[in-house]
Structure formats: structure tokens, C-alpha cells
């Protein structure tokens, strides 16, 4: 079968690996480096439940080869925490209960995590923009909309504190 | 979940010709992959040999030059929509893209794929075939200029012979003082293939220049509209299109939404120049 070494960084740690070149981003994450946090939904990039960052934009891991992410930086859920503390984005959700089942967290946060990078200060309609490709069957939205806003403002009086 | 194949990652385009002509049909270009591993994981091709040909720069190309602006095999969706330079000279384009899938997948699926899978309801066929777009075309012995309008022959079908790809798309920026822009309407707000589309280019002469997709095997240029706003415009419409049925809408619906939009495009464009 063929097979390619690939050389990336995952959450900030090197790796090298051997992947078969018919296996997705999705199936390396999960079963050979065992970051299950990102989830298969559909399978097809329309749920954005696996939703990852690749060199800092977001992609559907699904729809993603292993061997594309070669000299890539990947960064997953498991990487959005620092240490054992959640992070502003990950507590915001928290404090709004911004999930239920939590199965579509992962990926609405890897969305989230890229909007905040991209547009610290953004409005309502651009959340709901950056998260449209991530459906949620539970929440309705509202709470997860209401999250992100808080992060981006808490990040904001942050570096205004500097 | 994908059957095997091989996966070659070639760094100049005369490679990636070479692979073509050397595995013909069972060789598929990768570029963004949204719709090849989409139909490869629904066992709607089986290709033993990918070719990604996201690793060679001249495919990247984005930069206006004598008027024209090419968009390379490799620029993604959301490659487009962070060119200032197509901001300013084609917002036509920046509309069409804002209303493609969603900020992830636009992450990967390129203009120029968008185009080769060749779907009826294709947003940038429309919008580039309103702008009188070209695709160049490379093949083992040499490179042609299609221009869009016989690049599609029918539903997911191209003028694309089996050992050619098309290495970019080129559009002519607008004499200054044109119009345009691009309506869709799709069964969502958010994420969805067009039931219908429409994209429009005004010239300051008054030519006009409509396309509708998804209302025929391929997109429709409705020709001969010429400097006719009026009413007979949705005459030529109804003339020139023949949607069908399917889950997205009925053809009595498209039919009516063609001519509904086609006023609206009409009225949008018009109502700018005045404005202008």
C-alpha cells in the first residue's frame, strides 16, 4: 500500500509518521494519535463536527488527507486548553452552557478559536457566519453565539490590561 | 473509508501532465478535495492515482496584471475573498464567494475546482461566465484558451479531455463605470447549493451580460438581451432556461424565480448606475 513519512506539529509537538495515503486527517487524529476530542459527524463537510485548524485555518478534517498535512502545524481540541486550565473560550461555553450533548463542541470551538484569531473584535453576524459550517442539534445557537461574544470581549479587556 | 490509491504531490505543472498522460481517467486531480473525496467516499469515482497539486507556486497565483486577472488551479475560495485587488476590481466575485459553503470548507475548495466539477448549480460558473471568463488548459502537447462558455458540456460534464486539466481562469477587469453582482437563493440562510442563481455584468454602454444557474444542464448565458431592461427580458429568460425537479425546488418554482431574480438583478444594477 502506499505510504508516505510525514513530518508536522500537533498542538505544538512535533511528529513524524507513517500514514497510508488513503486514510483522512480525521482517522490519524483519532486512531493512531488518539486525539479523540475531534468527532466524525457526517463525514461529508457539511457538520463541521471535526473541525480542526491546519497552519491556523480552519478545515474539515474529514475531507482532509493525512499526507496533505505534511510540514503543517494541526491544532485539535486537545490543544485549546493551557495545561490543566480551559481556556477563556472553553470557560466562556461553560459559563453559558453553550453545549448539551457536546458532541458539535470540539469543532464549534476549532471555528471559534480561528474567528477570534482572525477578527479579535467581531460582531454578532460574523459569528454566526464563522460557525455556520457547524450545526448544532441541541442549543439552538443562542448560548454559543453568547460565548463566543464573551471571549472576544474578555480577550479584549485583557490585552487592553496588558 | 477510501479504497487505496496512490498520492503524488508534484512540483511543476509539466509533472502533473506527465502523471495525467501516463494513468489517464484512473488519475484525479487533488486540489481542494470538497468534492472529489466527497464522491470518492459516496463510490462515485475510484481513482487509483491522486495528484495534489496544492505544492507548486505558479498554481497560486492571484495577482492582476494588464487588466487581467488569473486565479491559478490552487487559490481557495477564501483566498479570493482576502485579495484586496479582486475587492476593487471584481466584487461580483467577492459576493459569490461569500454565499459558497461555509468559512471551513472555503478553506480548501478552490475557484478553478468549482469549475471543473462542472454542477449546473456551480456559483462561480455563473459569476465567471457573467464576466466573459477564460480557462487555459494544459495537456501534453501544448496549452489552449477555452473561454467558459464551452468549458461546460452538461450536468458534471466538461470540454476537459481525459489527459487535460485546467491550470487557471482568467477574467478581464471591467471597463471602469460597470455594474455587477450576484444573487442567490438557496433553501437556507446559511450553507447550500443554489436552487437558483443569477450573476449579471452591466457595461457602462448598457450591453448586458445575465447568467442563471442551476436552471439547466449547464449555466445559462441568456443571450441577446442587449440594452432590453424592460419586460421582455423575462421573456428571453424563460426562452432560454429548462429547470427541473428536485429536492432543492420544483421547475415551476425555478422558472418563476428565474424571472423573479432577473428583475431584481435588472432593478439592482440599474438603480447603481443611477446611483453611480
Known sequence: ?162 | MFPPFRYFKPKRIEEVTAFLAEHGESARILAGGTDLLVGMRRGEFTPDVLIDIKGIPELQNLSADNGTLPIGAAVSVNDLLDSAEVAALFPILIQTALRMASHQIRNRATVVGNLCNASPAADMGAALLALGARVTIASPRSRRVLPLGEFFTGVKKSALGRDEWVISVEADTPPPGSRMGFLKQARVRGPDLSTVNCAAVLLPDGALTLVLGAVAETPVVVTGCGSDKGNGIADRVREAIAPIDDVRGSAEYRMDLACLMTRRMVEKLTADSRRG
Open chain 1, 1 to 162: 500500500m502506499d505510504s508516505h513519512t510525514i513530518e508536522f506539529e500537533i498542538n505544538g509537538k512535533r511528529a513524524s509518521l507513517e500514514v497510508v495515503s488513503h486514510r483522512t486527517l480525521l482517522q490519524v487524529l483519532r486512531e493512531d494519535l488518539h486525539l479523540s476530542g475531534t468527532k466524525e459527524g457526517c463525514g461529508e463537510g457539511e457538520c463541521g463536527a471535526c473541525t480542526v485548524l491546519v497552519d491556523g485555518r480552519s478545515v474539515t478534517a474529514c475531507l482532509t488527507l493525512a499526507v496533505e498535512v505534511d510540514g503543517c502545524s494541526v491544532r485539535t481540541i486537545e490543544g485549546e486548553s493551557e495545561g490543566p486550565d480551559l481556556s477563556p473560550l472553553q470557560e466562556a461555553f461553560v459559563k453559558n452552557h453553550a453545549l448539551q450533548c457536546g458532541f458539535c463542541t470540539p469543532g464549534m470551538i476549532m471555528s471559534a478559536r480561528a474567528l477570534l484569531e482572525r477578527n479579535p473584535s467581531p460582531t454578532e453576524d460574523q459569528i454566526k457566519e464563522a460557525i455556520a459550517g457547524n450545526l448544532c442539534r441541541c442549543t439552538g445557537y443562542r448560548p454559543i453565539i453568547q460565548a463566543i461574544r464573551e471571549a472576544a470581549a474578555r480577550r479584549k479587556d485583557q490585552s487592553a490590561k496588558g
